[in-house]
């Protein structure tokens, strides 16, 4: 499976975070899928992190860089499908995540409860 991480799982994940749900880790930890990290989470963090908001370790990119992901950069087919979708969900880092699930044939990783709204295949986190 192709699994696409909504940027609370990731920041979850890395943190070993106990909200992450066992199906969630498990998906994420199996070798047999491969997991992708969005370039628009990796934008939503550090905007977050500058405005103050959230707090990341100094080598954030080290320490994602260590992890067993591909990075998953956005296209202007992304960023055309964002048009097309139904405005349920109003955050443009989320509505890029569902663009890019859609687009990919990904299964995105969220505990968002919007996101089941649109025709993706979800896995709760």
Known sequence: MNLLLDTHVLLWWLDDNPTLLIKAKEAIADGRN????SAA?????RIKHTLGKLEIPVNFRKVLEQQPFEML???????????ELPAYHR??????????ALFEGFTL?????????????????
């Open 73 to 83: 950069p956005i296209t202007a087919d992304h960023a055309h499908l964002i048009g």
């Open 41 to 45: 989470a990796i934008w939503e963090i």
């Open 34 to 37: 491969v997991v992708f990290i």
């Open 91 to 100: 955050d443009p880092f989320d509505r890029m995540l569902i663009a890019q």
């Open 109 to 125: 990783a969220t505990r968002d409860n919007q996101f089941k709204r649109y025709k993706i295949s979800t896995i709760r986190a």
